[in-house]
């Protein structure tokens, strides 16, 4: 009888897997063949229609302004398959674009539309302006709009031909700065130390563990980085605008009683400061794109309307031709924090990046290398494994030309050292030349929750470091040498790149970011510039043609990269913040869990720097060699 009703479930549960793994196929091969119909109507249809006379090029910049799309291009192509948005907006992609149309004859005009762009630092939101003034320098009009702008949005549209935004919006100009969380008295209230053992005084990316508030060394540092940076955007804003040197602080100043004295009414404050042209909706766009250019019926099932002729910028883009054949310039991106293993795109790994460098030295038709760096740093030995594949590429021949984005701080600049020449934007964050390791420890905890460690180790170093219980002061000794001794090794080979003793490197090191005009001053770059300029460089090092092809190195992905990727969804989204509830929970007391209640209902710019500081502190204790040197500057490129 047993034997028989166990023959019955497994013939159930046979079923049931069989259902479920013919509903899996199906769904995948139903995928599959709408992606070969897509590709087969695609090439019978001979591709898109040709672009007619007159059309206006649509620059919807919806998404996040990055150097590099995260995952896979397979993993791009499915998205767009299934419906989903591309909520990345790829800076190259859109320089590509404009400079194209630029030289288009059937591109009349751009209707920028950047009121959804998120990310991005000054020198991103540099680079696109730049390409605005080229395609405005062919004698062509951009016409930029939105219901509103943030400081970002503003930047790259102030340099339009004409500025205009909804009457009920505004333009939000605040400046430059930032808060940041300290966790010492948290810390100490769960029984956690930090245990941050640093070389260099301006070295603050573990400062927030440790103390309760920024060091006079951070606000100095600070202050200097963030003023110099409010300068080059007013200038920037003022110039493209037409104001007179200051009207913007002027502007930002008088703020209060000047809102007042329009009645509040923002729009209209908007106009008298002369950061917008005039006050319009979406549909006196259209009307005013319309008198201008070419107007056109379009619609569906059986309704139309006016509309005037346009193409979106992506598809655009999918029209341009292929680069041409021959040698080229390899380009690789180096975006993200650092590792020490394989990364996907948007991450940087020692080993996979390192292998991105070897690929392009042993390709005999690149004949330069361009490395785009827009990181903050992280591992020592990731960052090592990176600059000695640069210093062999060059040593094989090949000329390395160094573009700096948004970041390249600490291990970005470490991976900027081997190159024959370095060029920043003016407002880079770069510099903080300085090493630090962390070592978490929570013997209060342990001790709070009534539990006890106890054994044997064959020598002192066996239990010398073990998060439970507090750290052994000769463990503590020995890893502040290894930091000094990587610190003096970072300053080495930074004097050695630039050419100069070590003393000298030193007096500007000591952790201390700058902007890249700041770099500039004290000899760390080589000169200012932007991509195009990079790019130029490595043409004329590797005496290639003007108009010689790029090729951009990237890494797929793999399967666990893949699903790594998950953790970016509103369900982990869910996790992480559940996470947070219980580590304040952890606080204890009445108090504790107050917080924890309260965490669902916090703003998302809270939570996500607790998450942020919390999850990198989590990443530093749970590594395999938890004393290992970072070369970090917890910093981001500042929006």
Not at 494 to 514: C, N, S
Request: proline fraction near 4%; charged fraction near 25%.
């Amino acid at each position: 009888m047993a034997a028989e009703r166990k023959g019955w479930v497994r013939r159930i549960l046979g079923a049931v897997w069989w259902g479920i793994d013919g509903t899996r196929r199906v769904v995948v091969n139903l995928l599959f063949a709408a992606i070969v119909v897509a590709v087969v109507a695609a090439a019978v249809s001979g591709g898109p229609p040709a672009l007619k006379e007159r059309t206006v090029l649509v620059m919807d910049l919806s998404g996040r302004l990055v150097e590099q799309r995260p995952g896979s291009t397979r993993d791009a192509v499915l998205s767009q398959v299934q419906g989903e948005d591309d909520d990345h907006v790829v800076l190259r992609e859109v320089i590509a674009a404009l400079d194209a149309a630029a030289k288009d004859p059937k591109i009349e005009r751009v209707l920028l539309l950047p009121g959804e762009l998120s990310g991005g630092g000054l020198p991103a939101q540099r680079e696109v302006a730049l390409a605005l003034e080229r395609f405005k320098a062919a004698g062509k009009e951009v016409i930029a709009w939105a219901t509103g702008y943030d400081q970002r949005q503003y930047f790259v549209a102030a340099h339009a031909s004409q500025v205009y935004v909804h009457p009920m919006g505004g333009v939000m100009v605040q400046g430059y700065g930032r808060l940041r969380n300290y966790y010492r008295d948290a810390f100490d209230r769960l029984g956690v130390s930090a245990n941050v053992v640093r070389a260099g005084k301006y070295k603050n990316a573990g400062e927030p563990y440790f103390t309760n508030a920024p060091s006079k060394e951070t606000l100095e540092s600070e202050a200097l980085l963030f003023d110099a940076m409010w300068v080059q955007w007013t200038a920037a804003v003022e110039k493209a605008r037409r104001l007179e040197a200051g009207a913007v602080m002027k502007g930002v100043d008088a703020l209060p009683g000047s809102l007042q004295a329009v009645g509040g009414d923002i729009g209209q404050l908007m106009l008298q400061l002369k950061l917008v042209d005039a006050l319009k909706t979406r549909d006196e766009i259209d009307a005013l794109l319309r008198e201008r250019g070419v107007v056109e019926d379009k619609g569906g099932k059986g309704q139309k309307r006016a509309t005037f002729r346009q193409v979106g910028w992506r598809d655009y883009l999918a029209r341009q031709k292929a680069a041409p054949t021959g040698d080229a310039v390899g380009v690789i991106v180096a975006e993200g924090e650092i590792g020490d293993g394989a990364a996907p795109p948007g991450r940087i790994g020692g080993r996979s990046t390192a292998e991105l460098v070897r690929r392009a030295r042993e390709d005999e038709g690149i004949k330069a290398v361009v490395l785009r760096v827009n990181s903050p740093g992280g591992s020592a030995l990731g960052s090592e494994m990176i600059r000695r594949e640069l210093e062999l590429t060059r040593a094989a021949g090949k000329p390395v030309v160094v573009s700096m984005g948004d970041l390249a701080a600490s291990g970005g600049y470490w991976i900027s050292m081997a190159a024959d020449e370095v060029i920043s934007d003016p407002a880079t964050i770069t510099g903080s030349i300085g090493v630090f390791a962390m070592l978490p420890t929570a013997q209060g905890l342990v001790d709070k929750l009534s539990v006890r460690t106890g054994g044997h180790g064959t020598t002192w170093l066996a239990n010398a470091y073990d998060p439970r219980r507090a750290l052994d002061p000769r463990f503590e000794a020995m890893v502040q040498s290894a930091i000094s001794r990587i610190y003096a090794d970072f300053i080495g080979k930074a004097a050695a790149a630039r050419k100069v003793t070590p003393q000298k490197i030193d007096e500007v090191a000591q952790g201390r970011v700058w902007t890249g005009g700041q770099a500039l001053e004290r000899g760390l770059v080589d000169r200012t510039g932007q991509w195009s300029d990079a790019l130029k460089a490595a043409r004329t090092r590797g005496q290639l043609a003007d108009d010689a092809r790029v090729v951009w190195l990237e890494r797929e992905p793999g399967r666990f990269d893949r699903l790594m990727g998950w953790f970016k969804s509103g369900a982990a989204d869910v996790l992480r913040r559940a996470g947070l509830a219980g580590w304040l929970a952890g606080a204890g007391g009445e108090q504790g869990a107050a917080l924890a209640a309260s965490a669902a209902l916090m703003p998302a710019a809270v939570t996500d720097a607790l998450l942020a500081d919390l999850s990198w502190l989590a990443e530093v204790a749970q590594r395999r060699q938890p004393y290992a040197a970072t070369v970090h500057c917890l910093c981001a490129p500042v929006e």
